[in-house]
């Protein structure tokens, strides 16, 4: 695909954000002062600050109360000069069976393996959960600066938006890994790049190449590849990789160690040639393949292992983006290393 952006399609980026580990009761007040700063920071008033305090306070309460643990990320999600809080709340715990009835109002969580989370549906602009027994727990929210109208509330994976959330190495302040999303014509396109290293300048080759694929005029993963490739020159350089679903097609081109996979009724693997963009790397060539309606498409750095399988994981691929890749990240970004995993809901594709 070929041609000028249509400066109305939405872009975002989800910022890095900060993960918080909630392993102690006086860890709620942490996370819950930095979610209301942070809503203040993003032009949220006083009130619906306090309201997502009060959902990110109750998911840590959780946490600690039946989990022993978890993590919560918050992180910023950036469309079109909008800007969005977006929490994730991830443990490894009992889990539930019935995550609707545990968000309905009246359920205590005192009395139950499950959330509690009247106020969830109620205050977020989306949300959405994926839970198993013996699997633990992963929750989304998004606010905006207004609270949703009675009636609108709905999941986040109603909007089949593709998203992905990074994590930095234990010692270091900044991710070297970045992503991007991008829509174009009905194209959706994602990037992720492993900057070589850790660290400042690792972050600063893998914002190189977000800033590029987001300025670059709508093009297919090649072209789009080429002009990250160019843009790396003069930093570090990065492993990179793109793909691209337009209806029943996916595209797919990469320069190193990003790996993917499409999950649907088997799991496919996305491999891309050994190289580091911005310096010396093979021809970029571009790989197709089928997809249909329903399956997801991830793509991730070295931080993860490459055996990424969610046939283990019931209804996962129904779930939104955001819950897709936290679950991804709790239970498969094992090694030492800044990580970063994007899931590309297939969405208006024919069905098998």
Same mark, same amino acid.
């Given at each position: ?165 990074? +994590? ?21 396109? /994602? ?49 990179? %990789? ?25 799991? +496919? ?21 089928? /997809? ?40 498969? %970004? /094992? ?18």
């Amino acid at each position: 695909m070929t041609g000028v952006v249509d400066p109305d399609e939405p872009r975002s980026v989800l910022e890095s954000g900060a993960w918080y580990t909630v392993d102690h009761p006086s860890a709620v007040g942490r996370v819950r002062r930095a979610a209301v700063t942070t809503a203040i920071r993003l032009g949220h008033d006083e009130s619906r600050a306090a309201e997502v305090g009060l959902v990110v306070s109750e998911l840590a309460t959780n946490q600690t109360r039946h989990a022993g643990s978890g993590r919560m990320l918050l992180a910023v999600d950036r469309t079109d000069g909008c800007a969005r809080l977006t929490v994730l709340a991830v443990d490894s715990g009992p889990g539930m069976r019935d995550v609707a009835a545990a968000m309905r109002d009246g359920v205590s969580s005192r009395g139950t393996l499950g959330i509690g989370l009247g106020t969830l549906p109620r205050l977020a602009g989306s949300w959405d959960a994926w839970s198993a027994p013996g699997a633990g727990t992963v929750v989304s929210a998004a606010f905006d600066a207004r609270r949703p109208v009675a009636g609108d509330e709905r999941p986040a994976s109603t909007a089949g938006a593709p998203s992905g959330i990074t +994590r930095a190495m234990t010692g270091q302040q900044v991710c070297g890994d970045a992503f991007a999303v991008r829509l174009d014509d009905g194209a959706s396109s /994602v990037l992720v790049a492993d900057g070589l290293g850790h660290g400042p300048l690792a972050a600063a080759a893998s914002q190189a190449a977000v800033r590029a694929f987001r300025a670059a005029p709508a093009a297919g993963p090649a072209i789009l590849l080429e002009r990250v490739h160019r843009a790396l020159a003069g930093t570090r350089g990065a492993a990179v %990789a793109v793909v691209q679903q337009i209806g029943s097609t996916l595209r797919h081109a990469g320069i190193g160690n990003i790996a993917g996979a499409i999950h649907g009724t088997r799991t +496919r693997s996305l491999l891309s040639p050994p190289g580091i963009g911005g310096s010396r790397s093979p021809a970029i060539t571009e790989t197709t393949h089928a /997809v249909s309606e329903g399956d997801v498409v991830t793509l991730y750095s070295d931080g993860l292992t490459d055996r990424v399988n969610l046939v283990d994981y019931p209804g996962l691929l129904l779930r939104s983006a955001t819950v897709v890749a936290g679950v991804i990240m709790r239970d498969f %970004a /094992v090694r030492r290393d800044d990580a970063c995993v994007v899931v590309l809901p297939v969405r208006g594709a024919a069905r098998p």
